[in-house]
């Protein structure tokens, strides 16, 4: 074994000093495992929910498609990024410009899909309850379509912007994850306080609460008309949404909470382990998120099989070379 892979092997080997006992190897295998199922589950989705012209058209599907998007692109670009450092301990490009790009696009990916999310809790109240809102063209457009474009321009607009805003002469860290680079921006208690409130708490709210009062709702109108009709028509745009939350329920509210309780005055030093864990497992909220709308897909069983009867057809109908040996005919002597 060469000098320079020795190196890198006692390198991923080692357990790095962030408080997370999991050796950077282990990191490795872990993310590029979860990443590689995530693309495939993530394509597999996407397709069908893009060129199924009956889902294509469901506006519940929309917001689906949007984050899906926003996975493939971070899973594509920043996760091998990541990647990548847990195999060698250092970033694959030291630039400041890639930094910054990459720093740009987790963060817009990671709060862009939590905005998204509590949207769709707010909007499937909308298309449940409240479906003539909906039923012209120009309705459409106001209430759900500019909604939906106006979070998406409102993360890349915002943190194009603060993103490269390094005017305190913060050093790049190309031994650190995403080169420990932040905006010089979060320097100001009021900006920092801003997005806490705008995204975490905001985006919380709107999930926690969207989704609590949409089962609510459900019941009480299913009790009072005593109709199965509109709870199975409903049903599958209420499941998609509760399995989509399931997992900000799990990775994304907790940290968020532990933030609003040390905003109210509670130490510091209460959950920073929690908050170390947290932090590095945030990744999973995008990792995640194709296998909890994968359940969703209408016919799903179906889909698989005719996939695996089309591959299956496939291997059966290849033309096989055959070996044919002739025998020289031998000639009768006179």
């Known amino acids: ?12 080997r080692a357990v790095p000093s962030d408080g997370i006992a999991i050796p950077l190897i ?5 993310f590029l495992i979860s990443n590689i199922l995530s693309l495939v589950c993530g394509f597999f989705l996407l397709f069908h929910l893009v060129f199924d ?3 294509r058209h469901g506006l519940h599907n929309h917001v689906i498609i949007a984050i899906l998007c926003f996975c493939l692109f971070h899973e594509l670009t920043v996760m091998p990024w990541e990647i990548h450092f847990f195999r060698v301990g250092v970033v694959p490009i030291q630039s400041p410009t890639i930094c910054m790009i990459m720093k740009f696009i987790d963060t817009v990916v990671y709060t862009s899909m939590a905005k998204l999310v509590g949207w769709a809790s707010v909007e499937r109240h909308i298309l449940i ?4 809102w909906i039923a012209t063209k120009m309705q459409r457009i106001l209430i759900h379509y500019i909604p939906l474009m106006l979070i998406i321009m409102y993360g890349i607009l915002l943190y194009g912007i603060t993103t490269p805003i390094n005017d305190c002469g913060i050093p790049f860290n190309y031994n650190s994850m995403l080169c420990g680079y932040y905006s010089c921006v979060y320097n100001s208690a009021g900006y920092s306080l801003y997005e806490f409130m705008s995204g975490g708490v905001l985006s919380s709210i709107c999930i926690g609460f969207g989704s609590a009062f949409l089962i609510i709702r459900i019941i009480i109108q299913k009790r009072r008309l005593q109709q ?9 745009m209420t499941i998609q949404l509760l399995s989509v939350t399931s997992i900000f329920f799990i990775i994304y509210l907790p940290p968020v909470l532990l933030g609003i309780s040390k905003k109210l005055g509670v130490p510091s030093s209460v959950g920073s382990d929690y908050s170390t864990y947290a932090n590095f497992f945030s990744n999973y909220v995008i990792l995640l998120f194709p296998f909890t709308c994968l359940g969703t897909l ?3 069983r179906t889909r698989v099989k005719t996939i695996l009867r089309f591959c299956y057809r496939q291997q059966q109908n290849r033309v096989v070379p055959i070996t044919i040996t002739v025998k020289p005919i031998q000639q009768s002597r006179v």
């Open 26 to 30: 282990g990191r490795f295998w872990l």
């Open 1 to 12: 074994m060469s000098t320079s892979n020795t190196s890198l092997d006692i390198i991923a």
């Open 53 to 55: 012209a009956t889902l």
């Open 298 to 300: 209408p016919q799903l």
């Open 228 to 236: 199965q009709v509109h709870w199975r028509r409903y049903r599958k």
């Open 129 to 132: 309850f409240h479906s003539k």
